[in-house]
């Protein structure tokens, strides 16, 4: 998941492939974007309050 203004992609695992990824979860820098969530089956990068209380509960 990605989170940017009021977009949050969602992609399945079919659909996330490594460039995708990495665009979406680096910044223009090349850094990690901040925050990075990280679960068993998802990860997220951005904030986004719905969204946090969705995968941490």
Known sequence: MEKKGKT????????ANEELLLKMFLGRSGTLRAPVLIGKT???AGFEEDTYKELLQ
């Not at 949050?8 to 659909?15: C, F, P, Q």
């Open 42 to 44: 998802w990860a997220m």
């Open 8 to 15: 949050v992609k969602r992609l399945s695992a079919k659909e």
